[in-house]
């Protein structure tokens, strides 16, 4: 059975703090190594009251410091907003300080709005034609010392810090597939193009020095409670953060509702649906029903695994159901 991770989102959930968010995320990392996760990603986000990583390394070192074999990382930097060389000393610091188990996703957005994007102070055009650089550039910093190279990261340099591409079309696809990376799909809010960049990623790949054949992650929201009634009550928590997101209200993660009637309209429901389709929300039986077809369906290699639960404790019970599916999955895999 493929190994399955934890893409954490640090929510903040209406009526909380992110010094509140932060402290769950690092108590659901202790659960989530405990269940047997293999890994534990956080995201870059900014000006954005209902996520707190944005300070992306900082939480990842929070979140180290307090698991001991977990792989913790960025799922991911978004690349545009820093220079190369910062990021290689930012997970060079992470590598020295938890070697073997930093892990570095690296995005080509923003991660956040126009005026925000101003306030980074980066390149406001279209990162297209410096990503593949910056990528590069990147892995020159986070590799062996060279003949003559006046510039280096310290600490950073011949770290090896793993380095992933991340995507919600074909580009880091495409991209991956050139460089020899691991790719990760960012399916659970973005699934159009899903299926095609697993294929161009897959067809193009070159074999590199970190990685024979390709690799592909997928992304998944799944939320997973005793009955299928009550996770879809949990999930309605997602649903209308995400709504809200895409009519430029974000805000604090709300709390769930019993029904989404009367909140939104049939077209909003179908564009929310249509987004969150990668999802698998529900009892036991039906999360593992669920996961056992989204792998049948993309041939996976990792599902990394997202849940914006307004609870904390209801979170980490959906994460404990979803572990017990996964060693089921096995059994049933090596039988």
Same mark, same amino acid.
């Given at each position: ?90 997970? =060079? ?44 550039? !990147? ?23 793993? !380095? ?5 079309? !074909? ?76 009519? =430029? &209200? ?63 404790? &209801? ?21």
């Amino acid at each position: 059975m493929i190994p399955f991770s934890v893409l954490d989102l640090a929510p903040v959930p209406r009526g909380s703090t992110p010094g509140d968010a932060l402290r769950h995320s690092r108590d659901l990392a202790i659960h989530a190594e405990r269940l047997g996760f293999h890994r534990y990603w956080l995201a870059e986000h900014h000006n954005m009251t209902g996520i707190a990583s944005a300070a992306t390394a900082v939480v990842i070192g929070y979140i180290a410091e307090a698991t001991k074999t977990i792989r913790v990382g960025s799922g991911g930097i978004m690349l545009p907003n820093h220079a190369p060389l910062v990021i290689a000393e930012q997970f =060079g610091t992470l590598a020295s300080l938890y070697p073997g188990r930093i892990d570095l996703g690296l995005g080509r957005a923003p991660g956040t709005d126009y005026a925000t994007a101003r306030a980074l102070r980066r390149a406001l055009g279209s990162s297209d034609d410096r990503f593949p650089d910056d990528v590069v550039e !990147l892995q020159h910093y986070l590799g062996p010392l060279q003949p003559g190279q006046t510039v280096r990261a310290v600490p950073g340099i011949d770290t090896k810090v793993p !380095l992933w591409l991340l995507g919600s079309s !074909l580009f880091s696809a495409r991209l991956s597939a050139e460089l020899g990376l691991p790719f990760a799909f960012a399916s659970h809010f973005a699934p159009d193009l899903m299926m095609q960049a697993l294929e161009v990623y897959r067809t193009m790949f070159r074999p590199s020095e970190v990685l024979a054949k390709p690799y592909a992650m997928l992304g998944i929201n799944v939320v997973a409670a005793d009955t299928d009634q009550e996770a879809n009550r949990l999930f309605t928590s997602q649903q209308q953060a995400f709504w809200n997101l895409r009519r =430029g &209200a974000p805000g604090q993660l709300p709390p769930p509702v019993n029904s989404m009637e009367g909140i939104w309209t049939p077209m909003e429901k179908a564009q929310v649906d249509h987004a969150l389709s990668c999802a698998v929300v529900g009892s036991p039986d039906t999360v593992r029903e669920g996961l056992a077809a989204f792998i049948d369906r993309t041939q996976a290699d990792e599902l990394i695994i997202t849940a914006q639960v307004f609870d904390h404790e &209801a979170r980490k019970h959906s994460y404990t159901l979803v572990a017990e599916q996964h060693a089921k999955l096995a059994t049933g895999a090596a039988a």
